[in-house]
């Protein structure tokens, strides 16, 4: 199985501003995910992370408002740009293995104030 | 439109006491379904997947049925304890997707009380 980290695992962040949250995963995988949810809501895809390549997002995220990279088979970075109080989620980064299992990680708390 | 739909939305029971959680899904055609754990600050966690041919698959205290026809899955949980408190999310996977597509339900809140 497939372990996933993230850091942070929290942040309080101003208006404005923006994050990078950082994802590892301590095996190699096929696919690495982007998710977001909100309070009492379902996952919501953000975006598939193509290593060497760039992201395929869904409707209704964009890349330069979520940038990704995916430098590698096991590393990816999500950036959460110019940020408003509307970006507060947990932010999951999430990785499928050969064998077709989906991995989460434990999340990012963001919270913009 | 493809849609996952659980219930209910949140659930408390006494500990050691016995429960089902649904999911009905529109998800057409499917490849698997997978009912996953997420604690509190945690991220979700893979309890049982089933196929389209599978009608049942247990994980200890855990037991997940899948009726394919009606396109209803339930996840049983039996003699539960303080640690079962958490969210449980249905998830489906469309057969031929090529990105590898999953649709989440919004999970049944499930709390464990002594």
């Known amino acids: 199985s497939a372990v996933i980290s993230q850091k942070p695992s929290r942040d309080i962040c101003q208006r404005g501003t923006s994050l990078t949250i950082q994802c590892q995963v301590d095996?190699?995988?096929?696919?690495m995910f982007w998710y977001r949810q909100q309070p009492g809501q379902s996952l919501t895809l953000i975006a598939t992370a193509n290593q060497g390549s760039e992201a395929t997002y869904e409707s209704g995220f964009v890349i330069d408002k979520f940038p990704i990279s995916r430098p590698n088979l096991t590393f990816s970075t999500l950036t959460v740009s110019n940020m408003s109080p509307e970006d507060s989620s947990i932010y999951l980064c999430s990785a499928r293995d050969s064998t077709d299992t989906q991995y989460f990680g434990p999340g990012t708390r963001l919270t913009v104030l | 439109k493809n849609q996952v739909e659980q219930s209910p939305q949140s659930l408390i029971i006494l500990e050691g006491k016995n429960c089902t959680l649904q999911?009905?899904?529109?998800?057409?055609?499917?490849?698997?379904l997978r009912w996953y754990k997420q604690d509190t600050g945690r991220g979700p966690v893979s309890l049982t997947i089933m196929t389209f041919s599978e009608n049942t698959k247990s994980n200890g205290r855990y037991t997940a049925t899948l009726d394919a026809d009606t396109k209803q899955s339930s996840l049983h949980i039996t003699a539960s304890q303080l640690s079962d408190s958490a969210s449980y999310i249905c998830?489906?996977?469309?057969?031929?997707?090529?990105?590898?597509?999953?649709?989440f339900g919004r999970g049944t809140q499930l709390t464990v009380w002594p």
């Open positions: 998830v489906v996977r469309p057969r031929g997707s090529t990105l590898g597509r999953l649709y």
């Open positions: 095996s190699q995988v096929t696919m």
């Open positions: 999911c009905n899904y529109t998800v057409s055609p499917f490849s698997n």
